[in-house]
């Protein structure tokens, strides 16, 4: 088969095409001949471990991975222009998930002429993926990933790029891309588990026609699936053109965390209820803060028995030492608003059960230019703030008093409930979360429930609801 690249230069007559061809039996994502090392031989076979530092040459490729192959130490390095052929369910694992294991690494850097290629060793039968385990290190450049994330051999829910890392609540940005592409995943393109991520510098990733074959254990049709703490990782890149383009966000822990919600061109999509508080309370200085960049929409959806929502912070009482404090900035504008909805393909009123905010630092949150639509479903809170007893509604906040009303253009619509419950008790006036804010289609009509008042009467007026 022979491959060429074209390129076009535009002159003063007219365009010119230039041509750099070379003959290759591999596919048309193999390297252009032209511009790489003539082949030495047929090809090298591979499997087992890797005990040393270990080359990969293109002149004798292509490698093909026969059985299961991992770097247990030292690096392997593959070159520019390399063709790795991978057969049917293996695996290619870095490093060892056992805490005190050598330092082990893949280095994989290719450039835009001589990119790097790992292919299926037979076209339609999906090898399985490339696993970063624990402390290892990745660095992927100019290389195409293409046919993997067979679920035959998958594990944790496969992928053709899994990441696990040491678990905690930092992540550990042990992967670098840089102008990857994954392509025709069987199942999901990228896994992200254990607190693995990427690194800051990443970008360029492309992950197009994932998901392609339904799993017989779980929906694997997301180009990225990834638990908190490593949503702040992901890098820049296209993430469309798969069979669902939206990433799948699990939860990986609750506690002690921060998180960031990067505008990455897809919707977020979580996976269960999402929760984040501090260990500390706010007497002892503890605080995490949940970053939603302006242009992000996350999707919920509720299942037979659990309404998910968003729970933030945690409190057993209004004191300091009894509230455990999670900042949220949250600042969209008004061409890039930030959106909370249902993932159900005809939306409805109640389709989640809301933002259920249990404890807040009284500064420092920031609500702009945000939506909230389609929540209120059961959140099984009651007896805060002065409107409905049951405080169903799109946000609910509990224990804790704002110092300011820091939520400005927010929308709420198609609650199945109320709007905000104001659920503090102040004899202070005030904030009023609704000036400012724009509410339709609130089921109980309660768009803002007053807050309570400290000393007595707790609500004013005869005891029914009282509404801002």
């Known amino acids: 088969m022979t491959i060429c690249r074209v390129f076009t230069m535009l ?16 596919d048309a994502a ?31 490729g292509p490698h093909i991975v026969e059985f299961n192959l991992q770097i247990k130490k030292g690096t392997l390095t593959i070159e520019p222009c390399a063709v790795v052929r991978v057969k049917k369910g293996m695996t290619i694992t870095v490093g060892d998930s056992n805490p005190g294991t050598p330092a082990t690494g893949l280095v994989a850097r290719g450039t835009a002429a001589q ?23 990745v660095d ?74 339904p799993s017989p254990s779980a929906d694997t049709s997301y180009p990225i699936y990834v638990t908190t703490p490593s949503v702040q990782t992901l890098p820049p890149g296209t993430y469309t053109g798969n069979a669902k383009d939206q990433i799948l966000v699990g939860v990986g822990v609750t506690q002690d965390y921060d998180e960031t919600f990067h505008d990455l061109g897809v919707p977020y ?21 949940l970053t939603i960049d302006a242009g992000v929409k996350i999707l919920l959806l509720k299942e037979p028995g659990n309404l998910w929502g968003i ?50 630092p009284a500064m420092g949150n920031v609500m702009s ?29 509990t224990n804790w008093r704002p110092a300011t009303a820091f939520m400005d253009h927010l929308t709420v619509s ?32 309660c768009a803002v429930s007053r807050w309570k008042n400290a000393s007595s009467p707790a609500c004013p007026g005869s005891g029914a609801p009282t509404c801002l």
């Open 11 to 26: 002159v003063a007559a007219g365009a010119l095409a230039v041509s750099a061809c070379g003959s290759s039996s591999d």
């Open 140 to 213: 992927l450049e100019q290389v195409t990933l293409s046919e993997g994330a067979d679920h035959g051999t998958a594990q944790n829910l496969g992928g053709t790029l899994k990441i696990v890392g040491r678990g905690g609540t930092q992540p550990l940005r042990n992967t670098r891309v840089k102008n990857v592409r994954i392509d025709g995943s069987a199942g999901y393109g990228i896994n992200v588990q254990s607190a693995g991520g990427f690194t800051a510098d990443s970008s360029g990733l492309v992950i197009v026609n994932s998901g392609k074959v």
């Open 115 to 137: 990119p790097i290629v790992i292919t299926a060793a037979v076209a339609g039968e999906p090898w399985g993926m490339l696993a970063i385990n624990g402390s290892a290190t």
């Open 311 to 360: 729970t933030l912070g945690g409190s057993r009482g209004d004191k300091p030492e009894d509230i455990w404090p999670t900042k949220v900035v949250a600042a969209g504008t008004e061409a890039r608003p930030i959106v909370f909805s249902s993932a159900a393909a005809a939306p409805a009123a109640g389709d989640w059960a809301g933002i259920g905010w249990a404890g807040g």
């Open 30 to 60: 193999t390297p252009d001949a032209g511009a790489c090392p003539a082949r030495t031989g047929s090809g090298t076979s591979h499997q087992g471990n890797i005990e040393a530092d270990q080359t990969w040459t293109a002149a004798t």
């Open 369 to 397: 230019y945000v939506r909230v639509e389609f929540a209120g479903g059961e959140g099984g809170t009651a007896g805060f703030g002065c409107g409905p007893v049951r405080n169903d509604a799109a946000i609910i906040i």
């Open 269 to 289: 999509r979580l996976k269960t209820n999402f929760s984040m508080a501090p260990l500390k309370s706010a007497a002892e200085g503890g605080l995490t803060t």
């Open 414 to 445: 198609d609650s199945a409930a109320g709007g905000i419950v104001s659920g503090w008790a102040s004899d202070a006036d005030g904030p009023n979360l609704k000036t400012g804010n724009t509410f339709t289609s609130i089921a109980n009509g």
